[in-house]
């Protein structure tokens, strides 16, 4: 029986995505719910398992987008697994062939050789290009209209020494939607950044004191990001407008918050969602953000996972950077981007004193955030990083960890 594979749907808004890549070949027997492909969707990379055992036939090519419902691959279940290759095929030999070899043949060459047609004529032109550097592939060696596409112009004077490869790949259709959305936050939102700095040694202090006792009971490190998702629980319970969105002329906000935190996978940058992180401990927290972020280095990570989120948080300290603007993850008003810590001199109480300092900034749609919530809410997670014990842990540190 050949059964035929359709594209499921991986989102209820997702009408099509690219196959990424292949991970079977034309003809091999696979097993049920074997991995067989992966494919990309405007939201995430989502793997294709088979849905019976049998022989796979590929119906469609790496980077080609195909409609959800459409057939990918037919499985015929009555395909055998290969028991390995017969001594005959083994054991045959080589044939050696008695014929001289080819002359290689002559290319042609005449009037038309490096000439562009009319078409890529206008092309070259506007890419300010020397038809002599393109070599044409039509007919007699006549540039055409593909080969004038494809040029690219040289940069600058061609050294003779080191290596100057180059390589042209496919944006996958997730990559290409992330920029889309990108260019969209800048063109479509009044966006503004805030900026301020926090102390972290009260936070350094207080992991210090209890980072062993949480990994014994709770099986995950205690890290930054559990402080960094109380803090901003916190503050947009107090300036509840960074904890909403525009619907046309309408504003929507939320009674709860769905936390996006930004993770590195690889497929480039997720933003898995932590849901209802108000309901969560510190403990709670980490281990949700642990179980995304190895979802996401798996490149098991699923739309659901992504959707939603009503803020974000973007660590891009993790990386070094020392300060950024992030960029507002529509349809979402404000996103936090948390920096490296760095030891620095800061006046305490007119003494100079060393402490571990880090730059916070806040960007928001200025359309639905004014001035006064936006820095109001950047000062309170700065008043939650620097006074943790007393705006995080109601004074008891051995409680809020659940120790």
């Not at 796979?56 to 195909?66: F, H, M, P, Q, R």
């Not at 001594?87 to 060459?109: D, Q």
């Not at 040289?154 to 290596?163: K, V």
């Amino acid at each position: 029986m050949i059964l035929e594979m359709k594209v499921p749907s991986p989102g209820e808004s997702i009408t099509e995505v690219e196959i990424a890549q292949w991970l079977v070949a034309d003809g091999d027997y696979v097993e049920k719910d074997q991995a067989i492909a992966e494919v990309d969707s405007d939201k995430a990379t989502l793997e294709l398992p088979a849905e019976v055992s049998g022989t796979i036939t590929l119906k469609a090519e790496e980077g080609d987008a195909v409609a959800v419902g459409a057939i990918v691959c037919l499985i015929d279940t009555e395909g055998q697994a290969p028991q390995g290759q017969s001594i005959s095929e083994e054991a045959s030999p080589v044939a050696v062939s008695s014929e001289a070899p080819k002359p290689t043949p002559v290319k042609e060459t005449s009037y038309a050789t490096q000439t562009p047609s009319p078409a890529a004529r206008k092309i070259i032109a506007e890419k300010g290009m020397d038809p002599k550097a393109i070599q044409g592939t039509g007919r007699a060696g006549r540039i055409t209209k593909e080969d004038a596409v494809k040029a690219v112009p040289s940069m600058g004077t061609q050294p003779e020494w080191g290596d100057r490869s180059q390589n042209r790949s496919k944006l996958s259709m997730l990559r290409r939607k992330v920029a889309e959305r990108l260019v969209a936050a800048k063109n479509e939102t009044a966006m503004l950044t805030t900026f301020n700095e926090a102390d972290m040694a009260p936070i350094f202090a207080v992991r210090n004191a209890h980072k062993d006792a949480f990994l014994e009971k709770h099986g995950v490190k205690l890290g930054f990001m559990s402080f960094f998702t109380k803090a901003v629980v916190r503050a947009l319970k107090l300036y509840p407008d960074v904890n909403s969105m525009m619907d046309g002329d309408y504003k929507i906000s939320y009674d709860y918050c769905d936390i996006s935190v930004a993770v590195s996978g690889p497929k480039g940058l997720m933003v898995p969602v932590v849901r209802n992180a108000e309901t969560l401990s510190f403990a709670g927290i980490e281990q949700e953000i642990g179980r995304l972020a190895v979802k996401a280095r798996d490149g098991k990570i699923t739309v659901d996972d992504m959707t939603g989120g009503t803020f974000t948080i973007s660590n891009g300290g993790v990386f070094g950077s020392m300060l950024s603007t992030p960029i507002i993850n529509p349809p979402q008003s404000g996103i936090l981007g948390m920096h490296n810590i760095i030891e620095r001199p800061v006046a305490i109480k007119g003494k100079v004193e060393i402490r571990p300092m880090m730059y916070l900034a806040l960007s928001y749609d200025h359309r639905i955030i004014d001035g006064r919530e936006s820095v109001g809410f950047l000062v309170a997670v700065k008043e939650a990083l620097e006074d943790p014990l007393t705006h995080l842990m109601d004074g008891d540190a051995k409680k809020a960890f659940e120790l």
